[in-house]
């Protein structure tokens, strides 16, 4: 007998011992009915070797496809629970069966304690894909409100350089090359966003959250048009009634879930304010923001084949900013210098988004799936300011005034800025997606039908004032220094589709997991049809399981959307008109990563060490600039370009029961911008790319008190190059220079009042769950980080470049109760 063969036959007996101690002493009666269906993993791969009971009806063993079947007695109650060690329990309750019936689940891995020996299991990566626990998020000190993207900046190869909002660059791209998906729908994100502050809350709840799958690149044919990464969310869907209420300085969020029979929704609502932490800024203003949001997901079984869901989005994000004045220190310690303003004005933004999804799906049989989904999102985005500015640059720190109030300064001048801005988006979805099991391959398809409609009218333009002397000085008349007005209207449809294998087999060296697929694309606006073939292959090898390696590549294509099509004119006075560009083609990325992980224990603890190296050849780009989160593209397919870095991260249980991990990031991107001036003159320059910071290295720990694990301690810190920058209403190819880097740690205390902790039992108080009270420390050593510069211009047109800081250190107190 062979070595496969052996192990094969070892694994049937397994099984078949298992169902047979599960089976005992049930007898073959009348009226009896199935219940069956599949086990699956946070990956969507089958779980062999779970045990299935049913409460003493007897019980299976889920087979190497993760199929399971019992009989049970019709009419009766059932409880089914689902356990394999190193995933979290499930348990299914049905109140009255009364015909056959198809229960899948989904088990997710869990470090779990039993008594005094604790068990733990490592998910191996043998895809792209990581995971991520979000429940996580709610003690982490984030200061954007606790969202999933806080979480997803601290892996190797994802950074921010700004706490205000929860975008993020992968492996440099920009912040418009990541997918986020909710249950397989897409979302979107606002369009007119120009600061963190505006930013409100983002559309994933953590509450609502059941797994969360994030890839940094050589993401599967099933994704969409993009280029850096995707990040695919999954709501719960409870079987009984749960839910948690938080409140804090900054505003609370709760949730309620539930499930009874053939029913399950979970419905959760947030409401942020960031006055206390916008006050810690250099502008003494009054702050009123305001972010509210309202989530919902329903699930419906009609039948074993049949299950309807429906999710719904509202958002209303307010920012209303009446700024009085400002003192910002700056320069060396040389040549210290100080900027003082004072305003007048105000600015009122408006953000409100609706949302929904609904979908069917059809189990078939045992192999085939089928689902149909139709998705609307809305969008009324409105920015509103009238701010008028005075200021004075004072030298060697100072500003001094005479005995008659007159200053004596080196730069004085004044600004007025003005903006009636109006988007309206409305985007219109039907994909139709499928998979059939055979011989331990899945073979998945899917294909979509997209309708957007976009209306954008801006209004902006600002005046500048030095010495007197409006700006730029032309001796005639008064002149505005910039403004940019559009006025357009796009529809369009998007046609897409995809087929991919799933195929796992072992040979004597190993077992390989291959993923393989193509995806194609059109646009009608563009009329340009795109074919994406993408593909990985997963090895854990027979003579050291502690190993996995992986390979992933494709061509992956970066489709335009409105932000891409956009190109600035402008005329002989500087005004400038935004029009859109129908000949724009999509951005390219030709990538391949090679990576692995390695699996070890210290002290009975789990680690593991992952790195990977990828390179990435980019052509057909459409260069962009960035002033604090606010993207401008140029409009036009002008630049080339190349990434290669190296990603690593130590994970593991630096203290037992918990999970910390440290990333660092080495990266080189670049491109080459080439451009045709209006003379007919064509210039070349290579310069870095927008969010090329050339190093990362970011820490998520979490600690408690051994033997009293009430306390806990989560902290997060950040260290990151600076990104290159560029003076207003100029590109890269006319010079740029660096931000300083970005650093800073934001320190979580949690106390917990009532309930079970990593390593105690359960209480009680009043019959809740859980109770905690945290203290949130944000920007622990008070560190000024720069993000953007308040551009000043003087009378001979020397400009000034004065950092705009980002947020102090802030204390936020929270109270979170589950039940």
């Known amino acids: ?85 190193g995933y979290g329990k499930v348990e299914r309750i049905i109140p009255e069966v009364m015909g056959d019936l198809r229960v899948n689940v989904r088990m997710n891995y869990i470090s779990f304690a039993l008594g005094e020996i604790t068990a733990t299991a490592t998910r191996r990566q043998i895809s792209a894909m990581e995971t991520l626990d979000a429940d996580k998020i709610r003690f982490l000190a984030d200061p954007s409100g606790g969202s999933i993207e806080s979480l997803v900046v601290t892996f190797a190869g994802v950074s921010s350089g700004n706490e205000l909002s929860s975008q993020y660059s992968v492996r440099g791209g920009s912040y418009d090359e990541n997918m986020v998906y909710v249950n397989g729908v897409e979302v979107f994100r606002p369009l007119l966003i120009r600061s963190g502050q505006q930013e409100g809350l983002t559309f994933t709840n953590p509450d609502l959250t059941e797994s969360v799958r994030f890839a940094a690149g050589g993401f599967e044919a099933r994704y969409g ?80 084949k049949w299950e309807i869901g429906i999710l719904g989005y509202l958002s209303r994000n ?206 009608d606006y563009n009329r340009e049809f795109i074919v994406s073939p993408r593909a990985s292959i997963g090895f854990i090898p027979n003579f050291d399981q502690d190993i996995t390696l992986r390979l992933a590549g494709g061509v992956y294509y970066q489709s335009p959307f409105y932000k891409e099509l956009r190109k600035v004119v402008r005329d002989s006075e ?27 224990k210290v002290s009975g603890r789990n680690f593991k060490v992952t790195a990977e190296a990828y390179y990435k050849k980019l052509d057909r780009l459409v260069p962009y600039t960035i002033d604090n ?42 491109q080459t911008i080439r451009r045709t001036q209006e003379t007919g003159t064509t210039t070349v320059r290579t310069v870095p790319l927008p969010n090329s910071q050339g190093y990362n290295i970011s820490l998520y720990f979490h600690d408690y008190f051994p033997r009293y694990d009430r306390l806990s301690v989560t902290l997060k810190g950040m260290l990151s190059g600076g990104l290159p920058v560029t003076i207003p209403h100029k590109g890269y190819e006319d010079g740029y220079f660096r931000l300083p880097p970005y650093r800073r740690i934001d320190l979580g205390f949690s106390y917990r009042l009532s309930g079970a902790g990593v390593s105690s039992e359960r209480t009680s108080f009043f019959g809740l769950r859980n109770i905690w009270l945290a203290l949130d420390v944000f920007n622990l050593f008070g560190i000024n980080n720069t993000n953007s510069y308040y551009w000043l211009t003087d009378v001979y047109g020397q400009q000034y470049a004065v950092p705009n800081y980002l947020t102090g250190r802030q204390l936020n107190v929270r109270l979170m109760v589950d039940f």
Request: charged residues 20%.
């Open 1 to 85: 007998m062979t070595g496969s063969t052996k192990k094969k036959a070892e694994k049937l007996l397994v099984a078949g011992i298992l169902s047979a101690m599960l089976s005992v002493g049930v007898m073959a009666e009348g009226g009896k009915v199935r219940i069956s269906g599949y086990v699956r993993d946070g990956e969507d791969y089958p779980l062999e070797l779970v045990a299935v009971t049913t409460g003493g009806h007897g019980g299976a063993v889920t087979n190497e496809k993760g199929f399971y079947s019992v009989d049970v007695q019709a009419g009766d109650s059932v409880r089914l629970v689902f356990s394999c060690l």
């Open 225 to 304: 048009d993009k280029m850096s990464s995707v990040l695919d969310i999954t709501y719960k869907r409870p079987s009984n009634t749960e839910g948690s209420v938080t409140g804090g300085l900054m505003g609370g969020n709760a949730y309620v879930g539930s499930g009874a029979g053939k029913w399950t929704q979970i419905t959760g609502v947030r409401y942020k304010t960031a006055r206390s932490l916008l006050a810690t800024m250099d502008t003494e203003a009054e702050y009123d923001p305001e972010f509210l949001d309202l989530q919902s997901y329903i699930t419906y079984r009609p039948s074993r």
């Open 318 to 523: 307010t920012y209303r900013f009446r700024p009085f004045s400002r003192e910002t220190s700056f320069g060396t310690p040389e040549k210290p210098q100080n900027f003082f303003v004072y305003f007048d004005g105000m600015e009122q933004d408006r953000f409100e988004t609706l949302s929904g999804a609904f979908s069917v799906k059809c189990y078939a049989n045992e192999q085939m799936e089928l689902g149909l989904q139709g998705s609307a999102f809305h969008t009324r985005e409105e920015e509103n300011y009238d701010i008028l500015s005075e200021y004075w640059i004072g030298k060697n720190g100072t500003v001094n005034q005479d005995e008659e109030g007159i200053t004596s300064a080196r730069t004085v001048g004044g600004f007025l800025e003005h903006a009636r801005n109006k988007l309206h988006a409305t985007i219109l979805n039907l994909t139709h997606s499928g998979s059939f099991r055979l011989r331990g391959n899945t073979v998945q398809w899917g294909a979509s039908i997209q309708g957007e409609r976009i209306r954008d009218r801006l209004r902006e333009w600002e005046r500048r004032d030095s010495a007197g002397y409006s700006l730029p000085h032309t001796g005639e008349g008064v002149n505005v220094f910039s403004s940019l007005y559009a006025d357009e209207t796009m529809s369009s449809l998007r046609l897409w589709g995809y087929v991919q294998d799933v195929a796992k087999f072992r040979t004597p060296q190993g077992l390989f997991t291959f993923i393989g697929g193509v995806r194609g694309s059109y646009w």
């Open 574 to 600: 500087g005004n400038e008109t935004v029009a859109l560009n129908a000949s724009l083609r999509s951005q390219r990325s030709m990538q391949l990563i090679v990576g692995g992980d390695y699996s070890f």
């Open 629 to 670: 989160v606010k993207i401008r593209y140029y409009g036009e397919n002008c630049g080339a370009g190349r990434v290669w870095g190296l990603d690593t991260k130590l994970f593991g249980e630096f203290v037992p029961g918990v999970d910390s991990w440290l990333s660092f990031s080495l990266m080189d991107a670049r």
